[in-house]
């Protein structure tokens, strides 16, 4: 018992100094050309922001420890930033994008070059703009393979493929959050999902033509690497008459789940064994919106074809059979079953000494409007919270301002507990308005952490994909109802849960997670929802400098973009 607990706290010592170390591998270099371009979906033009002209954007490729430096032309009409979905950025805060939070935009005409650190992440992440609702047609795809001289914990596959999940809008994006803003409504839906940036032809006929093909030989096994760039759905996915073994999500490994179908939320990743097993033929490879709240939601079906070599089209391309959009029991019998591969070679370090613990209640509320004159509910605003303060994001970045002591940018009171109430049940009219501030989360280096996500009943409760920057999670914990400080740490699975960036919180349910607070830097936490987040459910975590420069930040660059 002694000798196993003994190396259980060695690997945890060995995989937490990794998380620690800059990275040591090779280098690499991207340069990434902002520029405006026409592209025609749904049999309709319109101008989108894209990456070196392609929709998703260049995928970056490197391997397990290894450094990335991206230089951003911005050559669009206003200020983007991007962000490493996923990718820790160890002591390196200064790169990891989020607009106004770690850095000020990169205006129109000008560049800037971001230093991509990976240390500990293994598999599939994704890189996304971070600026308003740009990340609708910046997106690509970041594949870690593992290290020199190393393998996958499984056999390797015959090949890779690479599908993300989007959506199209006919209309101008940002115009769309930003009309929606300003008169309190909720904004409106996509027109279509896509997958490659191709809504499929499950749509009209002008999408048929240009449907994603994926080209498979008979008895191969392919390693799918799947991403959920939508914006405002968690999402179903299947590939008709195939199985899925699910061996990774957020770039870390899993004990394999073999199903039919599975759920992925705005901001998670996926690696996907899929054995080409079936009569020579085309499937829908298809995707379906999985919404469990009483909001409004583009309820269709995007769709990519698997087409064995050699095969001919059928007149009919069997379709996956999904679950209805609200069947939160069959979200999570399958969400239920990841769990980390907890391996030798793939050790986990669950905190279990917890010093810092977050009761955080996520909610959508109301923003009183003047003489009534909203469009929202009870003509008010539609807005958004965590402990009942909707997150305002400052002019100046909240990284600048920690750095440089710059005073009245932030304050650092956000409250450890939301004022108590029945989060679940019926919600009273005083907990319906939040408090408007920029308040953050101070942390101090190597504390445990512990952060108990709540979800609440008011204005219109759903699943909200819940994302960390600078850190991975331990998703310990989950449940419905409010949350049971006495019963519900019973049933906590501290042995192999999964280690993810991006977890779901239930409708009217609770989750927990763990990490230790190992990376210091200016960290921002949000929905992954672009509409919840944009009004407000967010908030930044501090993590201060340890007593060593080896666990302090890393000096600031030379060169950051000017606040304007």
């Keep these: 018992m002694e000798f196993k607990k003994m190396s259980w706290v060695l690997a945890c010592v060995g995989f937490m100094f990794l998380g620690l170390c800059k990275a040591n591998g090779n280098t690499h270099y991207y340069d990434f050309v902002l520029t405006e371009l026409n592209f025609t979906r749904l049999c309709e033009t319109k101008t989108i922001l894209t990456v070196n002209g392609t929709l998703p954007g260049p995928t970056i490729t490197v391997r397990k420890g290894d450094t990335a430096f991206v230089n951003v032309h911005n050559q669009g009409s206003y200020g983007v930033t991007l962000h490493w979905h996923g990718v820790k950025?160890?002591?390196?805060?200064?790169?990891?994008?989020?607009?106004?939070?770690?850095?000020?935009?990169?205006?129109?005409?000008?560049?800037?070059?971001?230093?991509?650190?990976?240390?500990?992440?293994?598999?599939?992440?994704?890189?996304?703009?971070?600026?308003?609702?740009?990340?609708?047609?910046?997106?690509?795809?970041?594949?870690?393979?593992?290290?020199?001289?190393?393998?996958?914990?499984?056999?390797?596959?015959?090949?890779?493929?690479?599908?993300?999940?989007?959506?199209?809008?006919?209309?101008?994006?940002?115009?769309?959050?930003?009309?929606?803003?300003?008169?309190?409504?909720?904004?409106?839906?996509?027109?279509?999902?896509?997958?490659?940036?191709?809504?499929?032809?499950?749509y009209n006929a002008c999408s048929n033509a240009t449907t994603y093909r994926w080209v498979v030989d008979y008895g191969n096994t392919y390693l799918l690497r799947l991403i959920n760039a939508v914006l405002n759905e968690e999402m179903f996915f299947?590939?008709?008459?195939?199985?899925?073994?699910?061996?990774?999500?957020?770039?870390?490994?899993?004990?394999?789940?073999?199903?039919?179908?599975?759920?992925?939320?705005?901001?998670?990743?996926?690696?996907?064994?899929v054995v080409a097993n079936q009569s020579p033929s085309s499937y829908h490879v298809a995707s379906a919106p999985f919404v469990d709240g009483d909001v409004a939601f583009n309820n269709s079906t995007t769709s990519a074809i698997?087409?064995?070599?050699?095969?001919?089209?059928?007149?009919?391309?069997?379709t996956p059979t999904f679950p209805n959009p609200a069947d939160g029991t069959a979200a999570s019998n399958f969400t239920t079953q990841v769990r980390a591969l907890a391996s030798k070679d793939y050790p986990i370090c669950v905190p279990l000494n917890i010093t810092h613990t977050l009761f955080i209640s996520v909610s959508v509320n109301e923003r009183i409007c003047p003489n009534s004159s909203?469009?929202?509910?009870?003509?008010?605003?539609?807005?958004?919270?965590?402990?009942?303060?909707?997150?305002?994001?400052?002019?100046?970045?909240?990284?600048?301002?920690?750095?440089?002591?710059i005073k009245g940018v932030y304050s650092a009171n956000f409250p450890?507990?939301?004022?108590?109430?029945?989060?679940?049940?019926?919600?009273?009219?005083?907990?319906?308005?939040?408090?408007?501030?920029?308040?953050v989360r101070m942390i101090k280096y190597g504390e445990e952490v512990e952060i108990i996500y709540q979800g609440t009943n008011m204005i219109a409760a759903e699943n909200h994909p819940m994302h960390l920057h600078g850190f991975n999670f331990y998703l310990v914990g989950i449940g419905s109802g409010n949350f049971d400080p006495n019963q519900a740490p019973k049933t906590y699975n501290l042995v192999d849960p999964p280690e993810v960036n991006t977890i779901g919180v239930p409708?009217?349910?609770?989750?927990?997670?763990?990490f230790k607070a190992d990376n210091p830097g200016v960290w921002f936490m949000h929905c992954h929802l672009e509409r919840h987040a944009s009004w407000g459910m967010a908030t930044v975590l501090i993590v201060t400098n340890g007593n060593t420069t080896e666990t302090s930040m890393l000096p600031a660059p030379a060169y950051m973009p000017p606040c304007k």
């Design 89 to 202: 950025q160890p002591r390196n805060p200064w790169y990891d994008g989020p607009e106004n939070i770690t850095q000020c935009p990169i205006q129109a005409g000008s560049n800037f070059t971001y230093e991509v650190i990976f240390s500990i992440e293994e598999g599939t992440l994704w890189w996304h703009a971070h600026s308003d609702w740009t990340r609708a047609t910046v997106y690509g795809a970041i594949i870690i393979l593992p290290a020199l001289n190393t393998t996958y914990p499984f056999t390797k596959p015959d090949g890779e493929e690479t599908l993300a999940l989007g959506s199209w809008y006919k209309g101008d994006v940002n115009e769309i959050i930003e009309n929606a803003l300003a008169t309190g409504a909720d904004p409106n839906v996509s027109d279509a999902f896509t997958i490659n940036g191709e809504p499929g032809d499950l």
């Design 238 to 273: 299947a590939i008709a008459n195939h199985n899925l073994t699910v061996v990774a999500q957020d770039a870390a490994y899993l004990k394999p789940i073999t199903t039919s179908y599975l759920v992925i939320t705005p901001g998670q990743t996926m690696d996907i064994l």
């Design 306 to 318: 698997l087409q064995y070599n050699g095969s001919t089209t059928p007149s009919t391309i069997p």
């Design 374 to 405: 909203c469009d929202g509910p009870d003509n008010n605003a539609l807005a958004a919270s965590l402990n009942n303060i909707s997150f305002v994001t400052p002019s100046i970045d909240i990284l600048q301002a920690y750095h440089g002591s």
């Design 416 to 439: 450890h507990k939301p004022y108590i109430f029945n989060f679940t049940g019926h919600v009273r009219n005083d907990t319906i308005y939040p408090y408007f501030g920029t308040k």
């Design 507 to 514: 409708k009217n349910g609770w989750a927990t997670v763990r």
